[in-house]
């Protein structure tokens, strides 16, 4: 059960939630102001782009943060965006968050990610005011953040959104299952009905067996399930992560990023995920956002991020990525030609370039991306090929995506915009399909059907 809903929270008093400034406005959701910096390409759905028709959980515009003396005056001043140094030097103030604009959809991981001191704890901990921003609005599921008082903001820390963070902050001297029930304790739930919770969570997260043991009896990457466990425990419509796997050595993180992949998938889970380490953020975002200096640089999927890098900061963060196993054929395909469409092996469009490579290596011959029985296009040896160097064009549209008349075609349209603003890949998109070799299957008919083989 989420608790999200004013009504099923305990010691609400509160009337109609504070509409966010702007809520009314007649645009879709997700494709409001979000990302007004001319540096940020923004897809106008997420993965989970079901969302489109609800309020994202988080809708965020214009956010600024700075520390320093009378902070306030300056978004919006003509220092605000000078570099870190020099606004330090002329103000003494230092602006963590600039200027930020997204919406976090239902159902999402939304990582962001940069360097050290680029601001992504700050931006995260704004979301729920562990930290108070200096202007600009927060919204959670259409309800103003910043004009919640403190009941209500209470109410959202300990219901709605659950922190899980890097150092675990588990109480040394409770056992396992009473920092797994912790939250629900402060919430004033019963003990039998807690423990009972606490319990579930402990086989949920893998610890059973565990449960009388104290923290310090536990390997890191058992605590941080811990962590994990207490967070889950109260149920929250969103969980945060502040670099929750850092301190875990690779194998160890390696679980416990399948575990939110699995969090995501089977429990259709809202995360927002900060990390510093791209593999991961590759690995688990639905989109991420790229910060520089508490900008947001570039916003997208995995796929538009390593495929349309906005700027040299972000081709530079993405440069050892190995392109094969990010982009898919959605990417690397042509259109079909004299009978393609009919025969050789079926991708499903997420399939990645990695996962073509071996099928067309396999048949000898290009493979059909198919989409519910209709062939989208195909990839051969050339179309691949051009992908792993980075000579490859803009995704395919696939004929609902042009004919959307919402503007919700989803994740692989807001990829073409990306291409698009970047200047960069578009343009070849519109070229004659033959820019690809035409290389004929040898042997005829394939093996292979009109179902997709690759989820
Ligand atoms: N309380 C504070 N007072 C002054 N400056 C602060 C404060 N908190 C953070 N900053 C500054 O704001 C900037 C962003 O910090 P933040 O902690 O958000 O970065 P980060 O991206 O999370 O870095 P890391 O990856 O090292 O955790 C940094 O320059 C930092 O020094
Ligand atoms: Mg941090």
Redesign the pocket.
């Known amino acids: 059960m989420n608790t999200n809903d004013p009504a099923q929270v305990p010691g609400q008093q509160s009337a109609a939630p504070a509409q966010v400034p702007g809520k009314q406005s007649a645009k879709q959701p997700g494709q409001a102001a979000e990302a007004t910096s001319p540096h940020v390409s923004t897809p106008p759905a997420s993965a989970a782009s079901a969302a489109t028709s609800v309020s994202p959980v988080f809708s965020v515009r214009e956010l600024w943060k700075v520390?320093?003396p009378r902070a306030d005056r300056i978004p919006g001043s003509p220092e605000a965006h000078l570099p870190?140094a020099e606004l330090r030097e002329r103000t003494g103030c230092?602006a963590?968050?600039r200027g930020v604009s997204f919406d976090v959809h239902q159902g999402e991981v939304f990582v962001v990610m940069?360097?050290?001191?680029?601001?992504?704890?700050?931006?995260v901990r704004c979301l729920t005011r562990l930290?108070e921003p200096t202007s600009g609005s927060i919204g959670m599921d259409g309800e103003d953040v910043l004009a919640m008082d403190r009941t209500r903001l209470r109410d959202l820390r300990r219901h709605r959104a659950a922190m899980v963070f890097q150092h675990f902050g588990l109480l040394p001297h409770r056992s396992v299952l009473d920092n797994i029930a912790y939250g629900l304790e402060i919430q004033g739930v019963r003990k039998a009905q807690r423990r009972a919770r606490a319990a579930e969570m402990v086989a949920k997260v893998g610890l059973s067996g565990m449960e009388h043991r104290r923290p310090g009896q536990l390997s890191g990457g058992q605590q941080q399930r811990v962590g994990l466990a207490r967070a889950l425990a109260v149920d929250p419509e969103v969980l945060l992560f502040?670099?929750p796997f850092s301190a875990l050595d690779p194998l160890i993180r390696r679980d416990m990023q399948e575990e939110v992949v699995r969090l995501h998938r089977d429990e259709g889970r809202t995360m927002v995920f900060?990390t510093?380490d791209l593999s991961e953020a590759l690995r688990l975002g639905s989109r991420i956002a790229l910060?520089r200096d508490?900008e947001i640089v570039q916003l997208g999927t995995p796929e538009d991020i390593v495929g349309a890098p906005a700027d040299d900061y972000v081709r530079d963060f993405v440069r050892d990525v190995p392109r094969e196993q990010v982009l898919t054929v959605r990417r690397a395909m042509r259109q079909a030609r004299d009978g393609e469409a009919g025969q050789g092996p079926a991708l499903a469009p997420g399939a990645t370039v990695a996962e073509a490579i071996e099928a067309v290596a396999r048949s000898g011959g290009p493979a059909r991306v198919m989409d519910a029985g209709r062939c989208l296009g195909v990839v051969d040896h050339a179309c691949l090929l051009d992908v792993v160097a980075g000579l490859d064009r803009a995704p395919q549209p696939s004929p609902d995506e042009r004919t959307d008349a919402d503007g919700s075609a989803g994740r692989r349209a807001g990829a073409r915009e990306s291409a698009k603003e970047d200047g960069g890949a578009d343009g070849r998109a519109n070229e004659a399909p033959d820019e690809c070799a035409d290389k004929p299957a040898p042997g005829g008919q394939q093996p292979g059907s009109d179902e997709a083989v690759t989820a």
């Open positions: 520390f320093g870190a230092t963590a968050v940069g360097l050290s001191g680029s601001g992504k704890s700050t931006l930290i502040d670099e900060i510093h910060m508490g």
